[in-house]
């Protein structure tokens, strides 16, 4: 488990590194704005069309090291660019690399965090078998606390490399050049596929692609709530995404802070996510629901705050309160659709989520760029914080019923069983067929 973790925790610190440092090349090749936008577009969102399918080859292959072969594939993708870089720049090879790492990075993102959700529920029924004699609903609960903690890890080490990775990025690719940050990049992703050797992400089943992702479909489709639960969030996310473009504008033009004023602006965001973490592992047994809800009206209210705030530090400390809400929010929302997810298919619901977010990021980036150009920072930040806290009654709603109605049988036949105990399912009937 701990091993995992340190993967993650590498992987993560190397991809901020690398992103900094393609960004930061691709403008100083090509001086457009419109160029790092289209590099972004496809590193993050046109991977999302495919994660699911290498998902769910990866986990229809009986070989092993699967997992690992992702992060070395990621390796050679870094490794290219940075060639590419240094002996001859040309922006449609930068922008297929930048897919093909996305591809990979999304894809083993999506299956890391099934592992590490089922390492921590495998210890927890060790331990209580060894252990003996509790009752079967103190057992569930235990499992269901053990994979929300495991979780809650995960997201304290992505907010710590989330305040780490941009800085540590920028000094280097200052100091030593974009290829440079590409190599080490290349570098970590060989850590973290090392440290993953003996992972096996084999999940029985449909014994072709097509048959899992059919499986993985028909789970959401017959899951009614949490396919509006998902639809919810993808709203939110929307919201979410559509701030990025508006901080550049409001830091220099509305505040007239300048580039310091923007970089604390986004320290600031960055420290309130890891505080956002800690109180998320900290509130462990506090429901979901309320937590993913907290978290969505604290993003809602920094973006507010931004909107009021007549000054850089009570922007900064509008950044804070919108961090703490990063920080909760979908993590939150990874720990409720584990829950009611049969184990089997957690690695394909999971590249799905994480599909659905690169989806929404693709929507909100160039949403923001229109709202503040037909506005002002100041009433888009207001548009997009309120247009998320209007989503909390619909998220509110349809999370408990989500964990009320447990979810459809698997495609086994058997009821599911989302917290890793074996025949048993969430309290309250399935969701109707």
């Not at 209007?390 to 036949?413: C, H, N, Q, V, Y």
């Amino acid at each position: 488990m701990r091993r995992i973790l340190a993967a993650y925790t590498v992987n993560s610190l190397g991809t901020w590194i690398g992103l900094v440092a393609v960004l930061v090349a691709v403008f100083d090749h090509t001086h457009s704005a419109l160029a790092v936008a289209a590099t972004i577009f496809a590193g993050e969102a046109l991977p999302a069309f495919v994660v699911p399918i290498v998902v769910a080859r990866v986990e229809a292959s009986r070989r092993g090291r699967e997992l690992s072969g992702l992060y070395a594939f990621e390796a050679v993708a870094a490794a290219l660019l940075a060639v590419v870089f240094l002996l001859h720049f040309s922006l449609p090879a930068v922008l297929l690399l930048a897919a093909l790492d996305g591809t990979a990075a999304l894809a083993g993102s999506a299956l890391l965090r099934a592992e590490i959700a089922r390492g921590a529920r495998e210890q927890m029924e060790a331990d209580l078998r060894a252990e003996g004699g509790k009752p079967r609903a103190d057992i569930e609960e235990s499992v269901q606390e053990a994979e929300r903690r495991a979780n809650a890890a995960r997201n304290v080490a992505f907010s710590l490399t989330f305040v780490l990775g941009p800085a540590l990025g920028g000094v280097l690719v200052a100091a030593a050049g974009a290829p440079a940050g590409l190599f080490i990049d290349a570098g970590s992703f060989l850590i973290c596929g090392a440290l993953l050797l003996d992972l096996h992400p084999h999940v029985a089943g449909g014994e072709s692609v097509r048959a899992r992702l059919r499986a993985a479909w028909r789970y959401i489709d017959e899951a009614r709530s949490l396919r509006g639960l998902l639809a919810a969030e993808a709203v939110a996310l929307i919201f979410f995404e559509t701030g990025g473009p508006i901080e550049v504008s409001y830091a220099e033009s509305t505040l007239r802070a300048g580039d310091r004023g923007f970089g604390l602006i986004l320290t600031s965001w960055g420290a309130g996510a890891v505080i956002g973490s800690i109180v998320f592992a900290r509130l462990v047994r506090r429901p979901l629901p309320t937590m993913l809800c907290a978290g969505t009206f604290a993003i809602g209210l920094g973006y507010v705050g931004f909107a009021l705030a007549p000054s850089l530090a009570l922007a900064c400390l509008a950044a804070v309160v919108g961090g703490v809400g990063n920080g909760m929010q979908w993590t939150s929302l990874i720990s409720l659709v584990q829950r009611v997810t049969p184990e089997n298919l957690h690695g394909r619901l999971m590249g799905a989520v994480e599909s659905l977010g690169a989806l929404c990021r693709a929507i909100g980036l160039p949403l923001g760029g229109v709202l503040v150009t037909l506005s002002s920072p100041r009433v888009a930040f207001l548009i997009v914080g309120l247009g998320a806290m209007l989503t909390i009654g619909a998220l509110l709603g349809l999370s408990r019923r989500t964990l009320k109605e447990g979810g459809p049988e698997d495609d086994t036949g058997a009821p599911a069983t989302p917290i890793g105990v074996q025949g048993e399912s969430m309290p309250g009937a399935p969701a109707p067929m």
